[in-house]
């Protein structure tokens, strides 16, 4: 496609419930990356991925964080038994290559409430 | 301590003004991004620099990697500049970026 998609681009759950958050790269771009915006707060990396390897994971929170990527393509966060402080807006982003050497191109996000 | 600091954390200008934000960092890095994040939300790659100076239109980035310094300029700045631009870093064989809070610049008409 001609950008990143995420979808959904809003998600209410109730807490304790398990969510699937999904990014559709640009076609061709091998990196891929996720983060997190808690309201009025900057940015934080969760994790990336080089083509489906996940090299680093450092950022994901706690171990009810889990991502995968499939075909170089799409890929999933899922956050299981969500709690309150899981509510942020979840940004992916893809680059055609590491460093962002040629870039980052965002994704316009999806808004999880946790409730 | 933040391993990133920007300043100013707001900033209001008169459209046409001359915009300068900084950005300090603490660790050594291989990358220093500017990103800008308009109100609705949505991300923009400005620049990705290692060393020197990099020219978009009326986007100047600089960095001094002796110092841990980059400023991002603005020339004849104008009400669609109105974003948060923030700054993040990368680290030696690290794809992780860590980000500073953002400036969030406002021109007024």
């Known amino acids: 496609g001609a950008g990143v998609s995420q979808s959904p681009s809003n998600k209410v759950t109730e807490k304790g419930k398990d969510v699937e958050l999904r990014c559709d790269p640009i076609s061709g771009h091998t990196a891929l990356y996720w983060y997190r915006q808690r309201l009025g707060q900057g940015l934080e990396f969760l994790i990336y991925f080089q083509g489906n390897s996940a090299p680093d994971k450092s950022g994901l929170p706690s171990d009810r964080f889990s991502a995968e990527r499939t075909g170089e393509s799409v890929s999933t966060l899922t956050i299981q038994r969500t709690q309150q402080e899981d509510s942020a807006v979840y940004l992916c982003a893809s680059s055609l290559a590491l460093r962002g050497y040629y870039g980052y191109t965002f994704g316009s996000g999806t808004r999880l409430t946790v409730v | 301590k933040n391993e990133v600091e920007q300043s100013p954390q707001n900033l209001t200008a008169q459209e046409g003004e001359f915009i300068t934000i900084n950005c300090s960092y603490s660790v050594g890095i291989s990358a220093l991004h500017w990103l800008q994040q308009h109100p609705g939300g949505g991300i923009v790659s400005l620049f990705m620099?290692?060393?020197g100076k990099k020219k978009h239109g009326r986007l100047i980035a600089t960095i001094n990697i002796q110092e841990k310094h980059s400023s991002l300029h603005i020339t004849a700045s104008h009400p669609r500049d109105s974003a948060v631009y923030i700054c993040?870093?990368?680290?030696?064989?690290?794809?992780?970026?860590?980000f500073g809070t953002g400036t969030r610049l406002t021109i007024i008409p």
């Open positions: 620099l290692s060393s």
């Open positions: 993040a870093v990368s680290g030696f064989g690290n794809e992780k970026l860590t």
